[in-house]
Structure formats: C-alpha cells, structure tokens
C-alpha cells in the first residue's frame, strides 16, 4: 500500500506565503495535502512530474455570478481551467435564493439583464428545486462541482422574499420586515452561507450602469445604509462571515464613511469593489489606495478587490447592454433587435448618443475597431477603428458606427477594449500589497466579456513579461490573501494537512488565448471565452480536474458551508 496517493515530484514549490521558493516534492493523500519535502516515487501510487514546473496553491476567486451556471457546468468555466480551484457565488446581491416559485421567472428575468446571463441556458439549465436559501445550499450539495465553492446570501432576493419585489423597490423595510430579514439571513448562516453581498449603485446617477430588466434599479440599489448595517449586527453577533459590497451613491466621502462603519460594526472584513484604474481618471484609484491605506492603519478590515485583467468588450448591439449608465444609451439597447434597430437608427436619438461614450469601455475612437460584419457589402469597413470609419463615410464615429451597425442588423461586432491601458497604473495597483485581484464577474456579461482569465493573466503578463511582482507576491494574492480574508478555514496555502488544492503549470508556456465564441450553452446559447496553456495539472481537493489544460471530467469539488468542507 502507497503511502501517497499522488506525488508531485520535483518541482519548484511556490506555497502561497510568500515564503522564497523551493525545489521539493508534495505528496497527496485522502484528498490533504500529507507531506512537503522530498519524497521516493515508490511511495505514491501516481507521480506527476513536475520537474522545470511551478506548483502551487490553487486560486481563490472572490467575485463570481455563476449561481446558475454551476448547475449546467460543474467546471464553473472559464474559471476552473485558469487554475481556479475555489470560488465564491452570489455577488454584488444577485441570486436565485430564497425565491418563492412564482417569482422564479422574474428573478431569471432580472439577471438576463443585470448580469447578461441568458435567459434560455438559466431556463433549461437551473433544476429550481430549491425555495429557501439552505435548500439552494442543499441543492448545491447533490450537484457534480469541480471547483469549491462559497456561497454568499445576496440581498435582493432576501429583501423581495420578505417585502416582496414592488415594496422592496419603492420603501424601507419596516421593523418587523427587517427583524425577519436578519432572522433568514441568519439561518443562511447557520446552514453556512459566508456573509452577504450588496451591488447599491446610484439609482438616478451616472454609475446605475447594472439595472433590472425593465430598466428599473435593482433592489440592492435602493437598500438604505439603516438596512445594511442591521445586516452587519448579524454578522457582529454570531462573529462569522463578511460582506462584499459595491457602493457608488454619487457622494465618494459618505460611501467611504459607510464601508468604515459597516467594518466597525460588524468587526468583520468588508470587500470594497472595486479599484480599477481609468486611463483617463487616475486620481480614483489612487484615492481609494489611500482610503483602504487609512483603514488598515486604523485596523479596520476593509479590504479592495482589484481589477487587473484588461476590461476590454466585444458586442454586437443585438444584444450590449453596459452602456446603461447613459439615459438615452439604456433606453436605445432595450428591447427586441428590431426595436434596437429602430431606435438606434433614429435621428433624433443621435444627438444623445454622440455624447462621450460611457465609461465601461475606452473612450478614444482610435482605441474601438470593427471585428466582423455579415453583410457582404459592408465588409470592407471590417477591421477598422471607428477614427478610421469615421474618415472612411465623413460621419461622427458614433453615427458611423450606428449606421454600419443598423444596415447590418446589429449583427456587426466591436471591439473595445478596457478602459485600464496604461500599465503605470496598473503598476500603482500592483505596488499596493493588499488589494485582492480578480473581480472575474466569472459567469457573467459572458456575450461581452471573460474576466476569468486574471490568475493566467497575471502571471503571463505582470510577473514573466514585465516583473511587475516576483512569483512568491504573486502567489500570495491569488490564494492566501482572499482565501484569509474570506474566511476560508484551510486553504490557500500548500501546507500539510491542507486540503490539496493545487496548481503545477509551465511558467514560460502560461498564456491566454484569444476570445472565441463557444456554443456550449444549454437552451442553444453562445458565450464567449478565453482558454488557457500550459496548465500541467489543476487539483482540487487532491483529485485532477485539469490535465495539459483539459477538462479529466472529475468532480471533486465541494460546497465550503462555514469555509469548510
Ligand atoms: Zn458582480
């Protein structure tokens, strides 16, 4: 009998705590990891060879939308295959639970817009034999995962369940409604759910750019800070779990003041989403560096997740729907793609629409090209930036686009990439030890954007290409930061006795590839994905999910009730 289960031999050990590298052996059994050090092949049943590779903890994502998706993809991709090994569902309080099964629809609706997940895939694919949050969990339980994951309870399902949708969208919660409210987040919380999650953006400002499907504000965003901090007493009295919150009232020193708060109250960490660096607006990241500076000075534990992949979009206007923090943007993308078409094409809405371009994207013209037009006629124009088109017909770039666009059926594809380009800033970010990288959004705005891909990325891009941070740093954000301050009782680390959820990948091979469109979805749908190489081996819980970056078709992935398995 094999002492080891699995031996991964010889390779330079990176454990996650910022501990120089090594070169040495992990031996895996019953799932754990069981020694460190050198070990004989004879005394594993399975060696993995490792030798010129890097092993070391799996990843830790903080931010996923992929309540639904999990139940038709136990992979939860395209996070699991960018070495991913636990995730954390339910951000920004969107989800599926508790829902009454008359408001199924409604909340299936709801997130066709808010998160662009579609409507087909959510229909054929969710089982909905849940009704309350500890049978979602529940649910969650008896389904394959290959990944690990921790569920937050998201606040608009748990307002709309007690309030109901309409009342929970035009008051406050009254006393009673409210104690109740706590009491189920509370039982959530005793069936392990790991904190609670709010998106509150600005219903009547510019930064409302994620609305429900009729256009209305979501519920989080109506949430008062009367609400949110009894929601924190929860967590203060039972001194478990933590809150992840967007926050953009239009007023940046109350919304810094209410995270302080919400953290003294709680005592808990509080996730501030997000610091993102603007091309054209460096004083914001900067700013919030030095608030969460301030705060951790002061031992408050609040905490900024970063986003450091490039935040670039590829669309067609059948189906985009970011651009809703403009009035007359959000109401020309809403509707059927002929109703689109009308608007779009209307004179009188150009006016409108030929303000500067909001922000989710670049705002430079040169920046935003035309991938692919159907429309024989039109193929000419493929390739070019919207500058370039904009010489090419002597028309505004937004009317050249629009036009282009309308005569094509909306079935021509932009691309526009992110509007973090410049990679001083992103070295600013880097720079700043305790920002938690990886705003995924994994399972979300999947027509447009893949954010999954940030571990991959990183390690390509910020530490072989430009040395922004050494391995070890690296290592140390994409696991044990987020896992500690997630709550994760025994992971992000490679120590023994943790369970083995692992990475052993080709440094000099790691690459993101391209986005391409995959018909994988169920209900016919399509999303669009980036694949990565050079992955070895990707482990969870000591089984492979991941081999030469192939799915191996394991399910070895567990729901993490009270950060644990
Ligand atoms: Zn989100």
């Known amino acids: 009998m094999a002492e080891y ?8 050990i990176i454990d996650g705590t910022r501990m120089p590298r090594f070169r040495g052996d992990v031996g895996i059994k019953n799932g754990r990891i069981a020694r460190i050090g050198r070990i004989r092949p004879s005394e594993a049943t399975r060696v993995v060879d490792a030798s010129g590779m890097i092993v070391a903890p799996g990843f830790v994502d903080l931010h996923t939308h992929y309540d639904a998706q999990l139940f038709w993809d136990p992979y939860c991709s395209i996070s699991s295959w960018h070495g991913v090994t636990s995730i954390v569902i339910g951000n920004c309080g969107f989800g599926f639970a508790p829902v009454h099964p008359d408001g199924r629809e409604r909340a299936m609706l709801t997130m066709t817009r808010v998160e662009a997940i579609p409507y087909a895939s959510m229909k054929t694919g969710m089982p909905w034999d849940w009704t309350t949050f500890p049978e979602f969990l529940d649910s969650i339980e008896r389904h394959p995962k290959a990944l690990n994951i921790l569920p937050y309870v998201p606040v608009s399902p748990l307002l709309t369940w007690v309030m109901g949708l309409d009342e929970a969208k035009s008051r406050p919660p009254t006393e009673k409604e409210e104690r109740e409210i706590c009491r189920l987040l509370d039982e959530a919380m005793d069936a392990g759910a790991c904190g609670w999650s709010a998106q509150r953006l600005d219903p009547n400002g510019p930064a409302c750019v994620q609305r429900d499907f009729d256009g209305t504000p ?47 109250v709680s005592g808990r960490p509080v996730l501030f989403n997000v610091v993102q660096p603007r091309d054209s607006l460096p004083l914001v990241h900067r700013g919030n560096i030095s608030w969460l500076e301030s705060c951790r000075k002061r031992g408050l534990r609040v905490y900024g997740q970063a986003v450091t992949v490039d935040t670039g979009m590829a669309f067609t206007f059948e189906n985009w729907n970011l651009f809703d923090e403009c009035a007359a943007w959000a109401e020309a993308t809403t509707g059927t793609v002929e109703q689109r078409k009308d608007k779009l094409s209307d004179p009188a809405r150009r006016e409108a629409l ?129 896992a500690l301050c997630a709550g994760f009782r025994d992971r992000g680390f490679l120590r023994e006795g943790a369970p083995a959820d692992v990475v052993v990948y080709d440094l000099e091979k790691l690459h993101v590839r391209p986005m391409e469109i995959v018909h994988d979805l169920p209900g016919g749908e399509w999303r669009r994905v980036r694949k990565a190489e050079g992955f070895r081996s990707i482990m969870v819980n000591g089984q492979v999910t991941i081999e030469n970056d192939r799915e191996s078709g394991a399910h070895p992935g567990r729901l993490l009730r009270h950060g644990a398995a």
């Not at 203060?236 to 302080?260: K, V, W, Y």
């Open 218 to 264: 979501m519920v989080s965003d109506l949430m008062s800070d009367d609400t949110c901090l009894a929601l924190a007493r929860v967590l203060e009295r039972r001194n478990e779990g933590f809150i992840q919150m967007t926050l953009a009232s239009g007023n940046p020193e109350h919304d810094m003041r209410h995270f302080e708060r919400l953290a003294e």
């Open 5 to 12: 289960d699995t031996l991964i031999r010889d390779g330079m």
């Open 354 to 482: 030929r303000a500067p371009m909001p922000r989710v994207i670049t705002d430079e013209f040169d920046l935003i090209f035309i991938t692919t037009i159907e429309r024989a006629e039109l193929k000419e124009y493929e390739g070019l930036t919207l500058r370039e088109l904009s010489e090419r017909t002597g028309k505004h770039p937004v009317d050249a686009m629009l036009d282009v666009a309308v005569a094509d059926d909306l079935r021509t594809e932009f691309y526009a990439p992110g509007p973090n380009q410049n990679m001083g800033f992103l070295k600013e970010m880097l720079d700043y030890p305790w920002l938690i990288p990886g705003v995924s959004d994994g399972g979300a705005h999947t027509k447009f954007f893949t954010g999954g891909q940030y571990p991959t990325d990183m390690l390509e891009r910020m530490v072989r290409e430009r040395e922004m941070l050494s391995l070890e740093e690296a290592h140390w954000r994409l696991s044990a930061l987020p």
